[in-house]
């Protein structure tokens, strides 16, 4: 059974950043890809960025593009988010997810796995 739990969440500045982990379980994750995904208050969820985990590539939405970025370690089985430069339009509930294949990543609605989410809160 796929296990998704996120950590590293918190209150930062504007300006500021904090990084995300989610620690994957379960199976071998290589034809993987991994996303974050984020919800804000009465808003519906967003992509964010994904990574694939056997080729490395990653893909981000064009609201944190240059500022966020992904990355995995494969040893550790942890997918990463670091967030730099943080808006307190990023304030949202952030949320790994998980599915075996590459296609439509951008779309929640496919994925299989999540994780219980954790909170970001940027103040201005």
């Known amino acids: 059974q796929v296990q998704l739990v996120e950590s590293g969440g918190g209150l930062v500045q504007a300006g500021g950043s904090l990084r995300l982990s989610c620690a994957a379980s379960g199976r071998t994750f290589n034809n993987y890809v991994m996303s974050w995904f984020r919800q804000a208050p009465g808003k519906e969820r967003e992509f964010v960025s994904t990574?694939?985990?056997?080729?490395?590539?990653?893909y981000y939405a064009d609201s944190v593009k240059g500022r966020f970025t992904i990355s995995k370690d494969n040893a550790k089985n942890t997918v990463y988010l670091q967030m730099n430069s943080l808006k307190p339009d990023d304030t949202a509930v952030y949320y790994c997810a998980a599915r075996p294949q590459i296609r439509g990543f951008p779309n929640y609605g496919l994925y299989d796995h999540w994780g219980q989410g954790a909170q970001v809160t940027v103040s201005s």
């Open positions: 990574i694939n985990w056997s080729s490395g590539n990653t």
